[in-house]
């Protein structure tokens, strides 16, 4: 039996009522399933929804729009997930400093086939040149990073981690590096464009 979205909910408050799980968390690809997911939950008086995990980043920051409000309003914790946009928000982007990107991880291939590789290419380079604005010296990395964990409503971020070199880096991480100025800059620029829309 393939459960529906609206029967899974209803199944993992029955999970709750039973004493099975004490709480529950989401995690969605696009906004408006966090909207209507919160919408159902509200409507059928359901409350065991503690988090949602969405894709948030200095390039994907549709869901400040309305999802985030919603989610704040009703105690539902953010977990950023992707603010390396699955890598493209790094120094190491392409093969040969070409114009071709890295292309190994199929995450990737999806986001390319998502977005193009020239608005990925366009739009990394342009927040690229954003940060240089406030810090020649700035590392990107630890700026999308720290982006995402500057929005209040965001508990935690998951940048993906699959190499000890990342842990690496990631273990020096200081918050509060971010120059004055630059986190509403970085709001200020435009979403990257679905292909398709």
Known sequence: MRLE?????????QLRTEGLISYYGVS??????GIEIIEYSQTHGFNGMVSIQLIYNTLNKQALQYLIPLAKKNNIAIIAREPL???FITDKRYDNDSFRLKTSVEARKKLIDLYSDEQILNRTNEMFDVIREYGPKLDPIWV???FALKNKAVTVTIPGINR?????TFS????NSMPDGLYEALLEMDNIKQLNN
């Open 5 to 13: 979205k609206n029967n899974l909910f209803d199944l993992l408050e």
């Open 28 to 33: 969605i690809n696009e906004p408006q399933e």
């Open 85 to 87: 946009m699955r890598g």
């Open 144 to 146: 999308a990073i720290e």
């Open 164 to 168: 000890v070199e990342h842990i690496e």
């Open 172 to 175: 020096d991480f200081t918050f």
